[in-house]
């Protein structure tokens, strides 16, 4: 299993950028995939933006433009650049971890972000 610990999160306004950081600990290896969602209260939980460790990425269509997904695959991290800002935006984000070879899933706790109109 891996460990993942978000940081990062917090209040902005509208209009500006914040930076999500996301640390991997334990088995990490093989074909995998980290990647951001999110969940607003009310809804349900959405993918964000994913990137392989082979660096191919997916981005929702409602941030693309928007945010951008990296990782160092060295440090076992990755990471969510957010400009341009929207009150949507405010949701709990949330990083996993995704081992295609063998099989699991992880999550991070969570990382508020607010965006104030």
């Known amino acids: 299993q891996v460990q993942l610990v978000e940081s990062g999160g917090g209040l902005v306004q509208a209009g500006g950028s914040l930076r999500l950081s996301c640390a991997a600990s334990?088995?990490?290896?093989?074909?995998?995939?980290m990647g951001w969602y999110r969940q607003a209260p009310g809804k349900q939980r959405e993918l964000v933006a994913t990137?392989?460790?082979?660096?191919?990425?997916v981005i929702a269509d409602s941030v693309k433009g928007r945010f951008t997904i990296s990782r160092d695959n060295a440090k076992n991290t990755v990471s969510l650049q957010m400009n341009s800002l929207k009150p949507e935006d405010t949701a709990v984000y949330y990083c996993?971890?995704?081992?295609?070879?063998?099989?699991?899933?992880?999550w991070g706790q969570g990382t508020q972000v607010t965006v104030s109109s």
């Open positions: 996993n971890y995704r081992d295609y070879t063998r099989g699991f899933l992880n």
């Open positions: 334990g088995s990490i290896c093989c074909i995998n995939v």
């Open positions: 990137i392989t460790n082979g660096g191919d990425t």
